[in-house]
């Protein structure tokens, strides 16, 4: 705005047109009826997995979970240190054995991976919706987790307090003791108090069966195995604060305690969070922001880092990459590609600047990475390196001179992941920044625009791929996301199919790699893209905080959530953008201890009859 032919606005007219539009927009949300809250929805594989390990503090995994991508090895993860070792091994889950030797449940029942939503996260509401079929397999996998023969009291942690039989007594005094545990047990796995009514429902349960001649500890799992299965222990859900209005919609203390827990530790609450939560003062500022501080300290945040980068980055499409043998020999390593190293470098750097409380801006510009000597010598002229182990390697933490690999944008498993097996995929990477990075991902092409062939027809073969390009650009119904997104791309060509650095095209061509960000920064070259992108600091915050609170509240943002997104830039940039700081800035964010959405005097997100407080 306004269109090409016209001249530009003024920057004073500008500025004033925006902060107007700015004062109509917010005055909008605010007297708006409809406050967007958090669906309810159920729990997605990774999060069960998490949530049933620590119910019983289990001390082997329920499920492989080839969604976590990387495996520690030498227990290199210390957020309590606040610093990352120098040196790390690591291996890779999806394309290592590591799936196969780690302790895990046996004869646990199958639960589907969670499909990840297009630009979103695999925690999404309107993904995790739960089916008739499903409700059943829920039945299944509780009492195959519970009655697993490595279910015991070498892998339990709550053996003794829960499941073991206690000393001989009469039918009053076994009834209290059965009492006393299942009410613990129950306040911990649905998240807060368990009524009388509830406890008394779980007790008799017990006591019938132990009537019936089953023994303690087995009437005990049969319990165990139906909490498991209610809606109550799967589904995530809020409950409104006490004296909620219709125009307040706060979600109470032990819903936030939940909401929080499942963000930053893909689980359940722990004791103090419950503790806090019941005392009612959860909900203060200065609280909650020593339990966020507290949780960021914990070795229970590798949860974190074990699921929303991956997919914030979309790490899994470099599992089926698959550059041409003949020309990418080095990339295939021993069994294994060098996919694998390479996967793990963002993912390690990710973790470096959580734990450390780095700035947010070091993921568009790094001036360290962690390398194997495979990543190393590829980076550096793509040969193999030294062969070792394929399943599990070391990582060094190197400085990074040139900024030409610094960040997450141009790590080679971002470029191989955006191509195809033998050339660039331009709009591939133009399409990923757009989304992963400004969050603002393109529509999908029309069905009719021909896809590019991989090899230049007769009389095209001197000619660059942006030149190859121009028909798409040309399509009326393409120019507007081609002008948009093309620049983004194009500022990679330098990195080749497998995100090796070049200069020339094989046909002697000059890559040209330049262009101009968000219509006003122009840029000659990759360091003078990431320039830009850094001068535009804020919107890159912006974008991440956004993708963060996504993720945190499982569902999309909206309009009425961008001036609660402007205050958690305010804040992190006042914090000179460091990671923790965002990350405490989210959870203290309106949006975050939002709950239902009402509508006029009426809560209209969950539904009384199927709500799971209302289901055993």
């Known amino acids: 705005m306004p269109p090409e032919s016209e001249q530009p606005l003024s920057e004073m007219t500008r500025t004033q047109l925006v902060a107007s539009l700015k004062t109509y927009l917010k ?13 309810i929805r159920r729990m997605n594989r990774f999060q069960y997995n998490n949530a049933v390990q620590d119910l019983f503090q289990l001390k082997v995994e329920v499920f492989s979970l080839p969604e976590r991508m990387m495996r520690e090895y030498d227990n290199y993860f210390q957020p309590q240190t606040g610093k990352m070792p120098q040196q790390v091994r690591v291996g890779s889950r999806p394309l290592g054995k590591s799936q196969l030797i780690e302790k895990r449940l046996g004869g646990v029942a199958a639960f589907p991976q969670d499909l990840r939503a297009e630009n979103g996260f695999d925690n999404r509401a309107d993904h995790l919706s739960l089916s008739p079929l499903l409700l059943e397999s829920f039945l299944r996998l509780s009492r195959s987790i519970v009655f697993s023969t490595d279910f015991n009291s070498k892998t339990c942690g709550i053996w003794k307090e829960f499941f073991a039989p206690p000393a001989e007594g009469t039918a009053e005094e076994t009834q209290a003791i059965v009492e006393a545990r299942l009410r613990k047990f129950l306040t911990r796995a649905f998240r807060r108090p368990a009524s009388d009514k509830l406890v008394e429902r779980y007790t008799s349960y017990v006591i019938s069966q132990i ?23 799967f589904y995530l859900y809020d409950q409104p604060a006490e004296g909620a209005t219709p125009n307040q919609t706060d979600i ?9 827990s499942f963000f930053l530790w893909g689980s359940i609450p722990d004791q103090p969070l419950l503790d806090l939560a019941a005392a009612g003062k959860l909900h203060e500022p200065d609280v909650l922001t020593e339990q966020v501080d507290r949780m960021l300290h914990d070795e229970r945040l590798k949860r974190f880092c074990d699921s929303f980068p991956t997919q914030w980055l ?70 193999r390196g030294n062969p070792g182990s394929p399943v599990t390697v070391q990582f060094r933490r190197v400085p990074v001179k040139n900024r030409r690999q610094g960040g997450v944008i141009t790590n080679a498993a971002v470029m191989t992941m955006t191509s195809n097996a033998t050339r660039t995929q331009p709009i591939t990477r133009g399409a990923w920044i757009a989304g992963v990075i400004l969050n603002d991902p393109p ?20 000619l660059t791929l942006r030149e190859r390009f121009a028909a798409h650009r040309e399509h009326a119904s393409c120019a507007g996301c081609h002008q948009r997104i093309d620049p983004l791309g194009f ?51 912006r974008a ?38 965002l990350i405490k800035q989210i959870v203290l964010s309106r949006p975050f201890s939002q709950g239902t959405v009402r509508q006029g005097n009426q809560a209209v997100s969950l539904n009384q009859q199927t709500h799971p407080e209302n289901i055993p």
């Open 491 to 541: 500022a990679l060509e330098n990195y080749d199919a497998a995100g090796l650095w070049r200069k020339t095209y094989p046909n002697g061509r000059m890559v040209d790699a330049s262009g101009k960000l968000l219509s006003k920064h122009e840029f000659a070259n990759i360091i003078e893209f990431k320039d830009a992108l850094l001068t535009e600091k804020d919107r890159f915050t």
């Open 314 to 383: 979309q790490l899994e499409r470099i599992i089926s990459s698959t550059p041409d043998r003949q020309r990418y020999p080095q990339f295939y390593f021993s069994k294994y590609r060098a996919s694998m190293h390479m996967m793990l470098e963002p993912l390690l750097l990710f973790e470096t600047l959580l734990i450390e409380d780095q700035s947010v801006l070091k993921l568009i510009d790094s001036d360290f990475s962690y390398r194997s000597d495979l990543l190393d010598a590829w980076y550096r002229n793509g040969t």
């Open 211 to 233: 009537q019936q001649q089953k023994s303690f500890t087995e009437s005990m799992q049969e319990a165990a195995a139906a909490v498991l299965a209610s809606p109550q222990f």
């Open 544 to 581: 991440f905080a956004a993708h963060l609170l996504a993720f945190a509240l499982g569902r999309e943002m909206g309009t009425a959530d961008s001036f609660a997104l402007e205050k958690i830039v305010t804040e992190t940039a006042a914090a000179d953008y460091r990671f923790q700081s």
């Open 443 to 462: 529509k999908p092409p029309p069905a009719d625009v021909p896809l590019l062939e991989d090899k230049p027809k007769s009389g095209e073969e001197n």
């Open 252 to 260: 109470d203390d032990f819903s936030l305690a939940s909401r929080l």
């Open 27 to 39: 005055q909008s949300i605010e007297s708006a009826e409809n406050v967007p809250g958090t669906p």
